[in-house]
């Protein structure tokens, strides 16, 4: 009895082979289930035989290191075809029944045109039950500020970025400033922890060379020659007028630099935090604590709006860095954010003083230095672990869209979503 048209095409395979056709012909002929070999390992050898010698060679020799079952099948298939090229009849027709009889290929029968077709026919399966909606569980094993504060600003964002990690953000001119700024602060206050007992000049000269320092190690992460004169330019320039904040803060109350890219680890309801505080200062007269945090971005212009954003949880970078303190003792008393972004402007910090009983402030006033009460920090912990507790416990299944265009500017994935808010200048163009 005649055997299928898939096997008529293996039988013709082997029989090209035995008849010295080369290795195209038994590639085919290992990659076909007829074979006996995993698709798998066939699929190995068949893309590594250019560089491993003659295919017949290779399967014989195993020069691929296999799983024993896969390795077993190989050395049949092997074996199969030595005895065949050992003992070749004189008949073709001879010849393809022993193929046929070495592999054991089932005889059916002779498929005629509407069997062919048949043979190709895909019948269709019973239609299957969808799976029950289920919500998503963050994958992180530890959470992070920068991570809530995504998750703030659009949860979508943050599903994106930390549960699809559907683009890799390959960072921007700014974000690429902002890591050899940080660096260049780094060195500079391993050396002068006490700015108030260094010379000024000699703080001036040594910041400039630890800025030279930081973005010549960052050169490659910029797209030109060009961009990075220009951003290092500019960073020199913010960098002098830090050090005359630095100058100034010294004469007003001296500090002593007591931290310096600080981890910061901390416990919250059962979820793990972790992140690193720029820079810890302490009081040499109070002992008191200031947590400061650089920043090279846009960042709020006053102490109102500041303590605005942390009241409407917009914001837990400060927050989770004052508990993360305090944990390890610290009197923490200071949350400062520290612009160093315009080059033209002094540098003046957005200062929060941590008070049991915050004093009234104006909601449009201009001042850089408030107060913030505990309870709006303990309120601010309680939420993160609300956070986290929703994205850790399956409740949520849609991630709504941010309602503020504004947060779509920079968003590495807002060619993704078909749902972003745009803006008023964007809408007429749609």
Not at 330 to 353: H, I, S, W
Not at 393 to 414: L, M, N, Q, R
Request: hydrophobic fraction near 45%; charged fraction near 25%.
């Amino acid at each position: 009895m005649p055997i299928s048209a898939h096997a008529r095409a293996f039988v013709d395979d082997v029989l090209a082979w035995l008849s010295h056709a080369g290795d195209a012909r038994l590639m085919r002929a290992i990659r076909s289930p007829y074979s006996g070999i995993p698709h798998d390992a066939a699929a190995a050898y068949a893309a590594l035989t250019p560089h491993i010698g003659p295919l017949f060679d290779a399967l014989a020799g195993a020069r691929l290191a296999l799983p024993t079952a896969e390795r077993d099948a190989v050395l049949r298939f092997v074996e199969r075809l030595r005895a065949l090229s050992n003992d070749v009849p004189d008949d073709t027709a001879a010849l393809r029944d022993a193929v046929v009889t070495a592999f054991a290929l089932e005889r059916d029968a002779e498929p005629g045109p509407q069997a062919a077709a048949a043979e190709l026919h895909l019948s269709l399966q019973e239609s299957q039950a969808p799976d029950p909606r289920a919500g998503i569980r963050a994958r992180q094993q530890h959470f992070s500020a920068s991570a809530l504060n995504a998750f703030a600003e659009c949860p979508r964002k943050w599903y994106y970025r930390y549960v699809c990690a559907a683009v890799e953000d390959p960072g921007s001119s700014a974000s690429f400033y902002g890591t050899a700024f940080h660096l260049a602060l780094e060195h500079f206050h391993e050396e002068f922890p006490r700015p108030g007992d260094a010379g000024e000049a000699l703080m001036r000269a040594r910041i400039v060379e630890d800025i030279d320092r930081a973005f010549a190690q960052h050169r490659d992460d910029f797209d030109s020659a060009i961009e990075v004169e220009l951003q290092l330019r500019r960073a020199q320039r913010t960098a002098q007028r830090y050090v005359d904040w630095l100058v100034a803060q010294s004469r007003r109350a001296p500090f002593t630099v007591i931290g310096r890219e600080l981890p910061a680890n901390l416990d919250l309801g059962g979820h793990a935090f972790v992140g690193f505080i720029d820079r810890l200062d302490r009081d040499d007269g109070t002992g008191n604590v200031s947590v400061i945090d650089y920043k090279t971005g846009a960042i709020a212009a006053t102490a109102g709006e500041y303590l605005e954003k942390v009241r409407a949880f917009k914001d837990f970078q400060l927050p989770f860095y004052y508990w993360a303190r305090t944990e390890q003792g610290d009197r923490v008393t200071r949350l400062a954010l520290l612009p160093l972004k315009d080059a033209m402007l002094d540098v003046e910090p957005v200062v929060l003083e941590v008070v049991p009983v915050p004093a009234t402030q104006a909601r449009r006033s201009e001042a850089t230095v408030g107060t913030i009460g505990i309870d709006v920090l303990e309120r601010a912990r309680t939420r993160m672990i609300e956070i986290c507790t929703e994205l850790t416990d399956g409740s949520i299944e849609s991630f709504a869209v941010t309602t503020d265009p504004s947060a779509c500017t920079y968003c590495a994935y807002k060619i993704a979503c078909s749902q972003r808010p745009h803006a008023e200048r964007e809408k007429f163009g749609r």
